[in-house]
């Protein structure tokens, strides 16, 4: 069964498994990540992609459930990575997302768009990224992207613009809240906190991860806190009519608020 566009708007956490080791693929599926994706391009070098390709091949006609990061267009394994996506009909996570042709192109064929923007240029033109047809989420690169600025990629500062970028483009698109890069510090939990507290205060609603190790501490990162959802449950219990609760102002836009945060409570990997 392919992977539904609507789980792919409602994950907190997405864990990359590299396209070459088929032993991985079946624990990164028992992770509780949100979203899996075997990763066809930067984990795997180039004499090893074509046999990635049909590893992925192989988990998706056994009814493997994942999105599949493809090589970018322009590059030799393009065609053969989107078409293999075609035939499983999961989503498609496209790196260095250039909005233009092409990628309108894989939008109106593939059964769920993911651009990974990771270029100044991504960043610039994500409103036209996000407006693509087959748009599910937009994800962020930050490691490539930083590269590109020469800044560190956990450096939240020199990232602020590109990461609020995303959010405003993807609100403005009517898409779930973007998707954060990840983390490359594996083994540093606080340093993994400190970016999802940091990614959510910004209105990311999840992040890439690089290990199962991550996952639990990103999906609990992005879920509603208790005391959130104590208080949508009393705004949402109250009423339109209410006007105040708790010496707060509600109105519309708060009851839409309220309402939002419920149901995030019932993201897949909640």
Request: some cysteine.
């Amino acid at each position: 069964m392919s992977l539904a566009p609507e789980r792919v708007a409602a994950a907190r956490s997405f864990l990359f498994v590299p396209g070459h080791r088929p032993d991985r693929f079946a624990k990164a599926a028992a992770s509780g990540a949100g979203v899996v994706i075997i990763d066809l391009e930067d984990a795997v070098a180039p004499a090893d992609k074509d046999r990635a390709r049909g590893y992925a091949a192989e988990w998706l006609a056994r009814g493997g459930d994942c999105a599949v990061r493809i090589n970018p267009p322009g590059t030799a394994w393009f065609e053969e990575d989107l078409a293999t996506a075609l035939r499983h009909g999961c989503p498609v996570v496209v790196p260095k997302a250039e909005a233009g042709p092409a990628l309108y192109d894989i939008g109106r064929r593939t059964r769920g768009l993911i651009p990974l923007v990771e270029t100044a240029s991504g960043v610039e033109r994500a409103a036209e990224l996000c407006a693509t047809a087959g748009t599910v989420r937009v994800a962020l690169g930050n490691v490539d992207l930083a590269g590109e600025l020469g800044v560190a990629p956990g450096d939240h500062a020199a990232l602020a613009y590109a990461r609020s970028k995303l959010v405003f483009a993807s609100s403005a698109a009517n898409l779930a809240p973007p998707i954060d890069g990840v983390t490359i510090a594996i083994d540093d939990t606080a340093a993994l906190e400190d970016d999802v507290a940091h990614a959510c205060r910004l209105g990311f609603g999840g992040k890439l991860c690089v290990h199962p190790s991550q996952v639990p501490v990103v999906s609990d990162g992005f879920a509603p806190s208790e005391s959130e959802r104590e208080w949508a449950r009393a705004v949402v219990g109250a009423g339109d009519s209410v006007t105040r609760i708790g010496g707060q102002m509600i109105d519309k836009p708060v009851l839409e608020r309220a309402r939002r945060i419920l149901a995030a409570c019932n993201g897949n990997d909640a």
